[in-house]
């Protein structure tokens, strides 16, 4: 029992720094408890070793083709329907066998380098800030090969460049005073949008970058349930609970978007590897409503500056995301490197429809 519960409270480190990316993306994190909370009610129902929880990768997807409010929470919304109806009626695991895997392998590494792409901006505007994340994720990543210990030493790395470096040692495209960087703390890292019900306006709801975007959303939601619930239900010892995560995924999505709220979707986590697998899962999930119903990720963000999270970005891209994937893309080279690649360059809707295209086209000849 105490390993079940270190693990959901190690887990919640993790969740409270991705929360910090959701808020700096205008997404309220507040919002979010109701789908941890309805993320704990259904994986407890479902008995599931796989969590719901923020993701850098789907927050990434679902502001890269819409840039505002309302726009970007309608694609989440949006994209969490196609997850309820395929869960609720059990037709979540037929679904999947109809995508070539190659293909779903390939718009999982596309987003990757989508990712690492992010970062590496970051770094280009605050070289000493971002640039020291990565160093320290990287660190942690080859001593603990854990994204919990990756995401801490680069949340911590970025802290101490921009808040503990003296000026002297600043570039100069970075640098500012104390002062400014207390003032721009307080107006800028800190606002988390309020929860607040999406104005609808169905000319912008059903708007193209919106419809691409969800769908990109939920194309990334498809491979993530397969991939990450086969690999915890391995830790757990116990059987694949697809359509159950896939639901889970989908009302925790929709629940929170409603309220202005991120993507909250499925994730490997510690939790499977323990005694009580799904003890730990829902008690993660639950302590992690608590955590961003009372507002803890926006008072956080005073402290962390954004560009903290590069090396988190870019870990998660290129040295986990690709390796898992990239033997997948191997398995039919053609459609899973087309699918890679149009991914990286726009966005896994595109990517899959893409690599679908060059599947039927290799049938018919």
């Excluded at 005073?302 to 690709?322: E, K, T, Y």
Aim: proline share 6%; aromatic share 8%; charged share 15%.
């Amino acid at each position: 029992m105490i390993a079940a519960i270190l693990a959901a409270v190690g887990m919640c480190a993790d969740g409270v720094a991705e929360g910090l990316y959701a808020a700096r993306h205008r997404f309220s994190a507040r919002a979010a408890a109701v789908g941890y909370a309805a993320g704990a009610g259904l994986g407890w129902l479902y008995g599931v070793v796989t969590p719901v929880t923020f993701t850098v990768e789907s927050i990434t997807v679902a502001t890269r083709t819409a840039k505002e409010r309302p726009q970007i929470v309608w694609i989440v919304a949006l994209s969490a329907i196609p997850s309820i109806a395929l869960g609720a009626t059990g037709l979540y695991s037929s679904f999947v066998d109809l995508l070539d895997t190659a293909v779903v392998g390939g718009a999982i590494a596309g987003v990757g380098l989508i990712l690492a792409n992010v970062g590496f901006g970051y770094v280009r505007e605050r070289p000493l800030t971002a640039g020291l994340a990565v160093v320290a994720g990287f660190v942690a990543f080859l001593i603990w090969d854990d994204l919990v210990a990756v995401i801490a030493a680069s949340v911590i790395g970025g802290v101490v460049a921009a808040r503990l470096v003296p000026d002297r040692f600043v570039p100069e495209r970075e640098l500012e005073s104390r002062e400014e960087k207390i003032a721009r703390a307080e107006d800028e890292d800190v606002a988390e949008p309020p929860i607040e019900r999406p104005s609808f306006d169905l000319r912008g709801v059903l708007s193209w970058p919106v419809l691409v975007g969800a769908f990109s959303v939920f194309a990334l939601r498809t491979g993530a349930v397969v991939s990450y619930d086969t690999v915890n239900a391995e830790l757990a010892g116990t059987g694949q609970e697809l359509d159950g995560v896939t639901l889970m995924a989908g009302v925790a999505s929709l629940g929170s978007s409603l309220l202005g709220g991120p993507p909250i979707e499925t994730t490997p986590a510690p939790m499977a590897a323990t005694p009580e697998p799904v003890f730990s899962t829902v008690l993660f999930m639950g302590a992690m409503a608590v955590i961003t119903g009372i507002g803890l990720v926006g008072r956080l963000g005073r402290f962390i500056p954004l560009h903290a999270i590069a090396g988190f970005l870019v870990v998660l891209g290129v040295p986990v995301v690709l390796p898992e994937n990239l033997p997948m893309v191997l398995d039919a080279a053609i459609p899973g490197s087309v699918a890679l690649a149009v991914t990286a360059a726009s966005n896994p809707f595109y990517g899959i429809v893409a690599g679908q295209l060059v599947v039927a086209a290799i049938g018919v000849l």
